[in-house]
């Protein structure tokens, strides 16, 4: 089975700017989930999406967004960047299910790092 | 907060040595995932232990659980210069929150 894949794998963007970052699960995951990493704060939880509904959310600014489509993929989107949301954007995916995703592994993405400048 | 703390931050070990990090949560789990990053890359999945499970091997890795200690340990034995890599715990929060805490990572670093 192909991993989870992440796009794009690098990015630049100015203050002020928006962008979005795409993930593709591993097929059959039905469970998605964001997290940023940064030297400071290490990884943060941003928020999970399951069957097109986030389910769970981080301590992010209403900044961060996002939604997951009919086939699992997923994407994220931060509005108005600022600096300190220079980072790396992790994507996981699960099995999930309705009962929650807490007793399955998550398996990872190689991540799109966001430089903002 | 963190839900794993990892301990030590960093290790430094001569290859063939065995390396072993510890990591301390704070709740009640279901199940607790080890992690490894190589320098700004992805997480690889190592091996996920269960609460009613004590011990579990995955080639040379050994995890360990102690759950009325809320600790877990994990154990690289006869490492290679390829296992230089940070290392994470991780556990849920909660039940059913989605949410995956990580620690802070041991960074283990391996000479040749």
């Known amino acids: 089975k192909a991993g989870v894949t992440q796009t794009p794998r690098y990015l630049i963007k100015t203050r002020g700017q928006q962008v979005t970052l795409s993930c593709s699960p591993i097929?059959?995951?039905?469970?998605v989930s964001w997290y940023q990493q940064t030297p400071g704060q290490g990884l943060q939880f941003l928020f999970e999406?399951?069957?097109?509904?986030?389910?769970n959310k981080g301590n992010f600014p209403g900044r961060f967004s996002g939604r997951q489509f009919s086939n699992s993929r997923s994407e994220m989107n931060v509005s108005t960047l600022e600096l300190g949301d220079s980072a790396l954007y992790l994507c996981?995916?699960?099995?999930?299910?309705?009962?929650?995703?807490?007793?399955?592994?998550?398996?990872f993405g190689p991540g799109t790092r966001l430089t903002v400048t | 907060s963190q839900q794993g703390e990892e301990d030590p931050q960093a290790l430094s070990i001569q290859e063939g040595e065995n390396a072993t990090m510890n990591c301390s949560y704070k709740t009640s789990i279901n199940n607790l995932q080890w992690y490894r990053q190589n320098s700004g890359r992805g997480l690889v999945h190592l091996i996920l232990?269960?609460?009613?499970?004590r011990e579990k091997h995955s080639g040379r890795l050994r995890v360990t659980l102690d759950t009325s200690k809320k600790s877990s340990s994990l154990l690289i034995t006869a490492s290679r210069a390829a296992d230089t890599a940070s290392y994470f715990c991780?556990?849920?929060?909660?039940?059913?929150?989605?949410?995956?805490?990580f620690g802070q990572g041991t960074t283990l670093q391996v000479k040749p």
């Open positions: 996981a995916s699960s099995l999930g299910g309705l009962a929650g995703v807490s007793s399955y592994e998550q398996y």
């Open positions: 097929s059959g995951h039905r469970s």
């Open positions: 232990i269960r609460s009613n499970e």
């Open positions: 991780a556990a849920y929060g909660s039940s059913n929150t989605g949410k995956l805490i």
């Open positions: 999406y399951f069957s097109e509904t986030q389910r």
